[in-house]
T-cell receptor, first 114, second 114 residues
């Protein structure tokens, strides 16, 4: 079946540090890939997405590239801020039997300190 | 429209009682999903509606769980004879479009079974 594996957290960084959160997936066919973010006390919201191989999703300084050869979709940001502290979820979607549910990883908590 | 709305936000119930949650999706969205999220985990798919039709159910959805979406608008999720293991955050999401579509999530209903 489909699955997503994320690096475990928490990840603690100083402000302006470089961020990488690893995400690999297992799926047949060509899934769409997503990063969702959950800020404290808020609901999940889409951060970025990519729908085919070699696509790069980007938003708010975050980027991730859909790598089919390594089945990866790692999240990166060049300079994190305290306001980026949140839980980040990697997810995939593949049409199966008429449904198109999201399959999530376990989430990676990011803490950014001054 | 301000997004996906879920009610109640919190529910505490005694073991063995029945509970019902409501989700109001974004008005033009034809797809509606229910997920369950436990502490430290990513959301897990429960069930999916396209308009009023329930097209997919997870094996996580035992006989005690039932979901409806009458008239293809709001949806309800009922849990009968609640158990302590049902304690979780129940998330609703809605979307419109294809495999790359963005799901918009509500803030969830946190259920505590005591």
């Amino acid at each position: 079946g489909n699955s997503v594996t994320q690096m475990e957290g928490p990840v603690t960084l100083s402000e302006e540090a470089f961020l990488t959160i690893n995400c690999t997936y297992t799926a047949t066919g060509y899934p769409s890939l997503f990063w969702y973010v959950q800020y404290p006390g808020e609901g999940l919201q889409l951060l970025l997405k990519a729908t085919k191989a070699d696509d790069k999703g980007s938003n708010k300084g975050f980027e991730a590239t859909y790598r089919k050869e390594t089945t990866s979709f790692h999240l990166e940001k060049g300079s994190v801020q305290v306001s980026d502290s949140a839980v980040y979820f990697c997810a995939l979607r593949r049409l199966t039997g008429g449904g198109n549910k999201l399959t999530f990883g376990t989430g990676t908590q990011l803490k950014v300190e001054l | 429209d301000t997004g996906v709305s879920q009610n109640p936000r919190h529910k505490i119930t005694k073991r063995g009682q029945n509970v019902t949650f409501r989700c109001d999706p974004i008005s033009e969205h034809n797809r509606l999903y229910w997920y369950r999220q436990t502490l430290g985990q990513g959301p897990e798919f429960l069930t999916y509606f396209q308009n009023e039709a329930q097209l997919e159910k997870s094996r996580l959805l035992s006989d005690r769980f039932s979901a409806e979406r009458p008239k293809g608008s709001f949806s309800t999720l009922e849990i009968q004879r609640t158990e302590q293991g049902d304690s979780a955050m129940y998330l609703c999401a809605s979307s419109l479009g294809d495999q790359g579509a963005v799901d918009f999530f509500g803030q969830g209903t946190r259920l505590t079974v005591v």
